[in-house]
Each structure stands twice: as C-alpha cells, then as structure tokens.
C-alpha cells in the first residue's frame, strides 16, 4: 500500500519554473515505478514523465527537455522539475505509482493516486 501526497503547485509567469513534490508512504517504495501525470480542463488525463527503480526515465513529448522527473527513495520522495513553463503546461498535477518497473503510461496501469496539485501559468 502506497499513499501520495503531491505539493507545490501554484501560480506561475511563462518562462518560470516549478518544482512539485511527491510524498509516498509505504516501506518498498523504492521499488515501484512513479509517474506524473496531468489533467487540463475539459481534457484526459495524460501521462508527464516516468522514473523507474534505479532512476530510468521517460518523458512525454511535450515535456522533454523542460521538466525532470527524480527519486529520493530514502526520503520516500518524488519530484518534478518544470522549468520553461508554458501556459499549455496549466492543468491539475497528479502522482501516480505502480509495484515495478511498468513501461505503460496509460492512467488505467497505475494504481496507487494523489490528490493533485494545481499548476497555473499565465501572465
């Protein structure tokens, strides 16, 4: 059993950048696979970035380049970077965890949720 609690989201210009934070309960964390993901308004859910057990990642498209996605299994942590943020990048941030190493970025494969933390840019 995990349990996520995302934090840092807020209210951002273009071009800034944001770093959000994902704490996880649980004593194998270090095993799972973490992902982000992100709903915008009106839209699905969508798959951000991916970070393995020994730290392999995976980025959307969209993302690559401006966000990074990193552990911090003894802190029972999970972080995304966002830098350059653009308005598009405006949704509701979710942290999503899976046991092992799933390459699947599809939100049905993911069983473990946060909240969510709202990031907003806009000038």
């Known amino acids: 059993q995990l349990q996520l609690v995302e934090s840092g989201g807020g209210l951002v210009q273009p071009g800034a950048s944001l770093r959000l934070s994902c704490a996880a309960s649980?004593?194998?964390?270090?095993?799972?696979?973490l992902v982000w993901f992100r709903q915008a308004p009106g839209k699905e859910r969508e798959f951000v970035a991916r970070?393995?057990?020994?730290?392999?990642?995976y980025y959307a498209d969209s993302v690559k380049g401006r966000f990074t996605i990193s552990r911090d299994d003894a802190a029972n942590m999970v972080f995304l970077q966002m830098r350059s943020l653009k308005p598009e990048d405006t949704a509701v941030y979710y942290c999503?965890?899976?046991?092992?190493?799933?390459?699947?970025?599809?939100?049905?494969?993911?069983?473990?949720w946060g909240q969510g933390t709202q990031v907003t840019v806009s000038s």
């Open positions: 649980g004593r194998t964390f270090s095993t799972y696979s």
């Open positions: 970070i393995w057990s020994g730290g392999s990642t």
């Open positions: 999503a965890a899976k046991y092992g190493n799933v390459r699947s970025t599809n939100t049905m494969t993911y069983n473990y």
